[in-house]
């Protein structure tokens, strides 16, 4: 079966610091490989996807994430983190026949000014 | 832009009793989901819908639940006799295609707490 895995419960930066948030994965075959963000209040909103192609994405408000299949992992990552990112990041797999996303527990950010 | 909406926000309820969640997807999107995140949990996949039937349930989704599209705009989320187990929060999704060819949109989701 799939999993998703975000080994970091919650990470705490200082506005500028660099973010990597970890992502790994388990799925034998081809997988489509999503970043979503929740900001307080909100809903799930998608950052960035990986279906094909080159492994290096670029998603929306500066953050990218990086496909190695090898280490069957998709980090997200940002150079230099806003108090606006103050969010909880979810990473979520969808390969196979299933018409579902299979989501990690989440990490939550916070960014403190 | 169009979104998903979803009602009510919050609903406070008692063991045992019925509640119905729903949600309007967008309006041309045609795969239609259930997820719920109960907390300091991941998100959890309850159910996907097209054509009118269901086409994927977890293990989750057992016979307390169910979902229909009564009139072609609402997707509505049953749960017949709620437990306190229940309480999470329920997000409703949409997409015009299968999700592994695009994103998924949610809602802000519906809060449920069982007393």
């Known amino acids: 079966a799939q999993s998703v895995s975000q080994h970091n419960h919650h990470v705490i930066l200082s506005e500028a610091a660099s973010l990597e948030l970890g992502c790994n994965y388990s799925?034998?075959?081809?997988?489509?490989l999503f970043w979503y963000v929740q900001y307080p209040g909100q809903h799930l909103q998608l950052l960035l996807k990986y279906f094909s192609g080159d492994p290096l994405v670029k998603g929306i408000k500066g953050f990218e994430a990086e496909f190695i299949k090898s280490k069957f992992s998709f980090n997200l990552r940002k150079p230099s983190v806003q108090w606006s990112d103050t969010a909880e990041y979810f990473c979520?797999?969808?390969?196979?026949?299933?018409?579902?996303?299979?989501f990690g527990k989440g990490t939550k950010l916070s960014v403190k000014p | 832009e169009p979104e998903v909406t979803q009602t009510p926000s919050h609903q406070v309820t008692q063991m045992g009793q019925e509640v119905i969640l729903r949600c309007v997807p967008i309006s041309n999107h045609l795969y239609f989901y259930w997820y719920r995140q109960i907390l300091g949990q991941k998100v959890e996949f309850l159910v996907s819908f097209y054509n009118n039937e269901i086409s994927e349930k977890s293990e989750i989704f057992d016979d307390q639940f169910s979902v229909e599209r009564p009139d072609g705009s609402n997707f509505t989320l049953k749960i017949r006799s709620t437990k306190l187990e229940d309480s999470a929060m329920y997000f409703c999704?949409?997409?015009?295609?299968?999700?592994?060819?695009?994103?998924?949109?949610f809602g802000e989701g519906s809060r449920l707490t069982v007393l």
């Open positions: 799925y034998g075959g081809t997988v489509n």
């Open positions: 979520a797999v969808n390969g196979g026949s299933q018409g579902n996303l299979i």
């Open positions: 999704a949409s997409i015009s295609k299968k999700v592994h060819t695009g994103e998924l949109f």
